[in-house]
């Protein structure tokens, strides 16, 4: 069992920059994949970033491709998303999630355990 704590999110002007954090609790984290998940109002969820097991491989969805990073410090039992260049269009409520797994999948169906969220609206 995996319980996932986000924190980070507030109020940004269009341009700026946050940095979220998602702490684990739970044994053996670095056997698990990590993501990030958004959701805006009105919206499905949709797909962020992901990170594998030993944060060596990383994959984004095109549309914050180059502005978020994700990272991870096995061990402190957490993982980053470090968002710069934001947009309004990224307002959501940032989730964070994991999966026992050696991939690193994108879709949120593959993955097992949430966080609560946290709140990102970046204004224009």
């Known amino acids: 069992q995996v319980q996932l704590v986000e924190s980070g999110g507030g109020l940004v002007q269009a341009g700026g920059s946050l940095s979220l954090s998602c702490a684990a609790s739970g044994r053996f984290f670095r056997s698990y994949a990590m993501g990030w998940f958004r959701q805006a109002p009105g919206k499905e969820r949709e797909f962020a970033a992901a990170?594998?097991?030993?944060?060596?491989?990383?994959n984004y969805a095109d549309s914050v491709k180059g502005r978020f990073t994700i990272s991870r410090d096995n061990a402190k039992n957490t993982v980053y998303l470090q968002m710069n260049s934001l947009k309004p269009e990224d307002t959501a409520v940032y989730y964070c999630?994991?999966?026992?797994?050696?991939?690193?999948?994108?879709?949120?169906?593959?993955?097992?355990?949430w966080g609560q969220g946290t709140q990102v609206t970046v204004s224009s």
């Open positions: 990170i594998n097991w030993s944060g060596g491989i990383t």
């Open positions: 999630a994991a999966v026992r797994s050696y991939a690193y999948p994108s879709g949120s169906s593959q993955y097992d355990y």
